[in-house]
T-cell receptor
Framework: QKEVEQNSGPLSVPEGAIASLNCTYS??????FFWYRQYSGKSPELIMF????GDKEDGRFTAQLNKASQYVSLLIRDSQPSDSATYLC???????????FGKGNQVVVIP | EPEVTQTPSHQVTQMGQEVILRCVPI?????FYWYRQILGQKVEFLVS????????KSEIFDDQFSVERPDGSNFTLKIRSTKLEDSAMYFC????????????FGPGTRLTVT
């Protein structure tokens, strides 16, 4: 079983719509969760982190964590063409030093 | 805004050669990391470093790899004898503390082994 799974294929959303991304993780003891955005050929850029069950909002982004079901999600409201990127889910593992990443979900916002 | 910097941006080397990738972490950060991303694949952890020693490493980080903090600002990754499969983007990251602190990534070094 993979540590972090992001299974959805490329997601196309019209400009102004909501993009919804999901991620599941295998270790029930995981405590810290991160969403990174990665433009093609660039490095991961941190956009959200969440440690507690429930929702956390930051601007147009909302992260949702459900530890009982072992999933994390990211909502992007009012999607803009500049949001077109790959979104990486990451879970802090090991001795709390190692980020385990999922493969990422590509989002394409159509003007 | 402080950021992690990396040099060079692109390194081309021949198989069997040694390479050193350099990073300058954010100045008040204490934990440093190297990750790599082979083209089209996920980001993979290599090593974490704190207080001048390795705190955790992955199975990828074998005897061919080493890290060092030679002075108060630089953090380096050395690959002693490069292989074709070492071709990847190498990202340095840093965080203010270990555990649940955000890791900030540098722009990366693209390593091409021919």
């Amino acid at each position: 079983q993979k540590e972090v799974e992001q299974n959805s294929g490329p997601l196309s959303v019209p400009e102004g719509a909501i993009a919804s991304l999901n991620c599941t993780y295998s270790d029930r003891g995981s405590q810290s969760f991160f969403w990174y955005r990665q433009y093609s050929g660039k490095s991961p850029e941190l956009i959200m982190f969440i440690y507690s069950n429930g929702d956390k909002e930051d601007g147009r982004f909302t992260a949702q964590l459900n530890k009982a079901s072992q999933y994390v999600s990211l909502l992007i409201r009012d999607s803009q063409p500049s949001d077109s990127a790959t979104y990486l889910c990451a879970v802090l593992r090991g001795g709390n030093n190692r980020l385990a990443f999922g493969k990422g979900n590509q989002v394409v916002v159509i003007p | 805004e402080p950021e992690v910097t990396q040099t060079p941006s692109h390194q081309v080397t021949q198989m069997g050669q040694e390479v050193i990738l350099r990073c300058v972490p954010i100045s008040n950060h204490l934990y440093f990391y190297w990750y790599r991303q082979i083209l089209g694949q996920k980001v993979e952890f290599l090593v974490s470093f704190y207080n001048n020693e390795i705190s955790e490493k992955s199975e990828i980080f074998d005897d061919q790899f080493s890290v060092e903090r030679p002075d108060g600002s630089n953090f380096t990754l050395k690959i002693r004898s490069t292989k074709l499969e070492d071709s990847a983007m190498y990202f340095c990251a840093s965080s203010v503390g270990g555990g649940p602190y955000e890791q900030y990534f540098g722009p990366g070094t693209r390593l091409t082994v021919t």
